[in-house]
């Protein structure tokens, strides 16, 4: 049960892309498609912004995107806005009923 | 609207017991798996605990497996964990969480309960 690999930090000026990466293992993310992405802004409880990869919960704005190849998914937030600073995780299903985060991503919107 | 409020925390000295609850609403409660989920202070998430919507199937984190244990009461639509011999990495605020119906994955969160460890 070790946890997925992110970079601890990213940084974009408003308007711009960013990708946050989160690198698992054929036991984790290459190995079921269900890979949840969640937001946290400080004191706060996490929130669902991306469920089975890539989907988006009703709400969600669509610049927010993920994808998955081989044992490494993805969150692009595109068209960077204040509000978007924050703290994401991955998420992943590890088989036998177990489940792994990420150590989270700070986003810093400059 | 869902609804997940998390009450029972506080400091706890080591070795001591503490039983988290989660009162929920707005939800079928008996028909979805719950999850309970951790972060230190200062730290990232950690997956602590899941029970099936009815309750058959049970499994834990490695760092809390034989302390931990994870229930509910459908008739109460509450949610609980009981914690037992209880360390200082234990320190965090413990959030329950709702899995997406027939998936694998969490939708909704409480606003957490924090449980501090120490003597």
């Known amino acids: 049960q070790s946890a997925l690999t992110q970079p601890r930090s990213v940084s974009g000026s408003p308007g711009q892309s960013v990708t946050i990466s989160c690198t698992g293992t054929?036991?984790?993310?290459?190995?079921?498609?269900?890979v949840s992405w969640y937001q946290q802004h400080p004191g706060k409880a996490p929130k669902l912004i991306i469920f089975d990869v890539s989907q988006r919960p009703s709400g969600v704005p669509d610049r927010f995107s993920g994808s998955k190849s081989a044992n490494t998914a993805s969150l692009t937030i595109s068209g960077l806005q204040a509000d978007d600073e924050a703290a994401y995780y991955c998420?992943?299903?590890?088989?036998?009923?177990?489940?792994?985060f990420g150590g989270g991503t700070k986003l810093t919107v400059l | 609207q869902v609804q997940l409020v998390e009450s029972g925390g506080g400091v706890v000295q080591p070795g001591r017991s503490l039983r988290l609850s989660c009162a929920t609403s707005g939800f079928t409660f008996s028909s979805y798996g719950m999850h309970w989920v951790r972060q230190a202070p200062g730290k990232g998430l950690e997956w602590v605990a899941v029970i099936w919507y009815d309750g058959s199937i049970k499994s834990y984190a490695d760092s809390v497996k034989g302390r931990f244990t994870i229930s509910r009461d459908n008739s109460k639509n509450t949610l609980y964990l009981q914690m037992n011999s209880l360390r200082a990495e234990d320190t965090a605020v413990y959030y329950c969480a709702r899995e997406i119906y027939g998936d694998y994955e969490i939708d909704y969160w409480g606003q957490g309960t924090l449980v501090t460890v120490s003597s």
């Open positions: 998420c992943s299903y590890a088989g036998s009923y177990t489940w792994v």
């Open positions: 054929s036991s984790d993310i290459d190995g079921y498609n269900y």
